[in-house]
């Protein structure tokens, strides 16, 4: 062991995924208020970590699981608000991206529901709701996660007496905490067994500029217990509309082996089988775009400390056209273990994402050039690599989106493939 430094590392979590991942590695606990070289904290740490009141200084030995800022993606309506403005910025630049068809849509970069934030554009809800009287909407509180406090509407008098139980017969805006987002809900989604589903994807960043990301093969769809039902007496029958395993597992039809959990794998080969490989392929590739764009969307307002990274738990629900729509992004995705499969999965995830952001071995280094050998991605894909894309596409016409897919494609093998893919 010739002097070789021992990693410290402090961890908010005291999950098993995590805390028994860095002890295998050797590693030695030290509390956050200590000399650590690899912190995995809470979202509410980091604030304090980066807070302007707060002298701490870190060194380059040293690197943290959230960026500073990461609700610019990871708050519903922030995200929201990035996205809405990434697509104005490109339209105003005349990008081919920002293209749209007849109807006003974007052909390209329709990835998101319409969503109102409330009680700011409650005028321009109205006026939304008011041309499809018989569209249902989905009500979300902003800071909140795990389903809590979700409800959905189809009357605009149901969000008046919403309005009136928060106290408030107007809608001047009322603190930050009572802002909500509606977003028109995707009453056609994909059903398997009579089921609605969603997928919950990981998604690993490096960098932000240049922006840098890897996609966790292992991720897994999450479904309703009780078969899908439009009929607007079901309105308030989560257990029909909502995945959060968090409410799924109280329903009478949990079933805690497989824990309503079915592997994005297994969604793949039953896609391929019931509607076949091209169309499946394109999906994943939607999917991938939807992604890369989303955080490019946010690129240029997060702060890209070199000390941060990040694993986002992405939520996407797929339409019966097989249109991916991104739901929300979280930034600290449950490292909860439902089922034995389900710790396996996130241990894994745990390990690849310590192989990815630490150079192997060793104690981490913001000087590193963040490229990490192909074998020491384990389960990730590389996604997207701006640096990789720019030299690629500078030789290519990247007007309109390109036709290659990518589906499941691993890292490494075919680089260029992968990111004249994924970069249209």
């Known amino acids: 062991m010739s002097g070789k430094k021992v990693l410290k ?35 509410q740490s980091v604030r304090n970590l980066f807070s302007v009141d707060n002298s701490y200084r870190m060194t380059d030995d040293q690197v943290v699981n959230h960026f500073p800022n990461h609700y610019e993606l990871t708050r519903k309506d922030l995200m929201v608000k990035n996205i809405k403005r990434f697509r104005r910025d490109l339209e105003k630049e005349g990008n081919p991206l920002a293209e749209k068809d007849e109807t006003g849509r974007y ?18 809800f109205v006026e939304e709701f008011r041309k499809n009287p018989s569209s249902t909407w989905i009500m979300k509180p902003c800071g909140k996660a795990r389903g809590i406090g979700i409800f959905l509407i189809n009357k605009l008098s149901q969000l008046k007496k919403w309005s009136r139980d928060s106290k408030t017969n107007t809608f001047t805006a009322p603190s930050a905490k009572d802002t909500y987002v509606i977003s028109r809900y995707i009453d056609n989604p994909l059903l398997i067994g009579g089921k609605k589903f969603d997928l919950r994807l990981y998604v690993l960043v490096t960098s932000y500029r240049p922006l840098k990301c890897y996609m966790f093969r292992l991720g897994f769809c999450r479904f309703c217990t009780v078969k899908y039902n439009a009929s607007t007496t079901e309105l308030d029958n989560m257990f029909v509309h909502l995945t959060n395993v968090s409410i799924q597992k109280h329903g009478d039809d949990y079933n805690q082996v497989h824990g309503g959990k079915w592997t994005v794998h297994n969604l793949k080969v039953f896609l391929e089988g019931t509607r076949g490989k091209e169309v499946t392929d394109k999906l994943f590739d939607d999917m991938h775009w939807c992604i890369v764009n989303s955080l490019k969307a946010v690129s240029g307002v997060i702060a890209n400390d070199r000390h941060c990274f990040e694993v986002y738990g992405y939520d996407i629900i797929i339409d019966d056209n097989l249109k ?39 104690l981490p280094d913001v000087r590193w050039n963040k490229v990490p050998a192909k074998e020491s991605l384990g389960n990730y894909d590389l996604l997207y690599d701006e640096d990789l894309a720019q030299t690629d596409i500078l030789a290519q016409d990247v007007k309109g989106r390109l036709t290659t897919t990518i589906p499941g494609s691993r890292a490494g093998k075919d680089r260029q493939r992968l990111a004249q893919a994924t970069w249209k």
């Open 324 to 362: 991916p729509w991104l739901i929300e992004v979280n930034a600290s995705p449950s490292l909860t273990s439902t089922t034995s499969s389900d710790r396996i999965m996130k241990y894994k995830m745990i390990n690849d994402t310590i192989n990815v952001v630490i150079p192997p071995g060793e």
């Open 107 to 124: 052909i390209h970069l329709d990835f998101i529901p319409v969503t109102f934030m409330l009680p700011a554009d409650y005028n321009l």
């Open 9 to 43: 590392y402090a961890c908010d979590l005291d999950k098993s995924v995590t805390v028994t991942n860095f002890e295998r590695r050797g590693w030695t606990c030290v509390g956050n208020d200590e000399d650590w070289n690899f912190y995995w904290a809470t979202v």
